[in-house]
Each structure stands twice: as C-alpha cells, then as structure tokens.
C-alpha cells in the first residue's frame, strides 16, 4: 500500500465520521462544524487526486460560504428554535433500515463492477481542466441555468434567515 493509499483512508474515515457527527449530533451548532469538517475532507480527497481547483472551490464556496452563511442562520434564528419536545422521531429505525438496504443494494451492484480494478489514464499535456470548467459553467447549453438557480436560492436562504431574526418593535 502506497503512502498515498493511506493518507486517503484515513482521509476517508475521518470524512466519513463527520459525516456521521453532522446527523448523529443533538446541537445544531456542532452539526454546522461537523458539517464544516466533513466539507474539509472533501476538499482534501480532491486534492489527493489531483483537481486542485476543485479542492479550492470546495473550500471557498462550501466552507467558506455555505458552511458559514448556515452557522449565521442558526445563530441568527437560535431564540426560535426552543423546543421542549422529544428531539428524536419515533421511527428513527425506519430511516436506518431503509439507508441500510440502499447501501447494501448498492454495494452489491457496485461489487461486480470492473472500475475498481482499474486506474486513471493520465491526462494529456496540452489538458486545461480549469478553462473546460469555466466554459461548461457559463455555457448556457451546460450549467448557466442551475447555477444561477442556485445562487438565487442561496440569496433566499439568506434574506429569510434576515427576516426571521429581525425583531419587530
């Protein structure tokens, strides 16, 4: 096993951890940073295979945007959020039986499939994945219409956090 190989693993257990931090947690603001921490492992798994900018992106924009613009909105909207109640559904078990049986489904279609033997072409020398991305972005026969959808719904999110912590006199 390469040294690679196991930075990734270790890598992908702590990432896969935080992951489950983010919906095993009973606070909402440590589920923010664990969600901040599961984006982190991300980004370095993209930095493992080489798509720097990728890696970048995630942590400008989900880092230190999304991730940040949700810890607000919690803060912002946390007198709201009192609930005396259980915090815990009945059925949780449900939920846990159904997401097993989906991996499990999963991995067994994934177990015959032949991907995982095989390894990356290297890319050719004249390749700028950076330029490909920006066009396919802007193109409005590839990503414009999404994109914009989403930054529309983040601005959204954004000025109801505003309009739900605004204290009316």
């Known amino acids: 096993m390469t040294a690679q190989q196991i930075i990734f693993l270790i890598v992908a257990l702590f990432t896969l951890g935080s992951g489950l931090m983010v919906v095993t947690t009973r606070n909402l603001v440590h589920a923010a940073l664990w969600l901040v921490a599961t984006l982190f492992g991300v980004a370095v798994a993209y930095a493992l295979l080489n798509a720097n900018f990728i890696a970048v992106v995630q942590v400008v924009v989900y880092i230190g945007a ?20 259980p ?19 999963l991995a067994f279609l994934l177990s015959g499939w032949s991907g995982f033997q095989k390894t990356a072409a290297d890319l050719p020398s004249g390749f700028d994945a950076v330029g490909l991305l920006g066009e396919a972005l802007v193109s409005p026969e590839a990503f414009v219409l999404p994109f914009e959808v989403a930054s529309v719904l983040l601005l959204a999110a954004l000025v109801g956090a505003v309009y739900v912590a605004f204290n009316r006199k």
């Open 66 to 85: 999304i991730a940040i613009l949700f810890i607000f909105a919690v803060m912002l909207t946390r007198r709201d959020m009192r609930d005396t109640g």
């Open 87 to 105: 915090q815990m559904n009945r059925n949780w078990w449900a939920g846990a039986l159904v997401a097993l049986l989906v991996f499990a489904g």
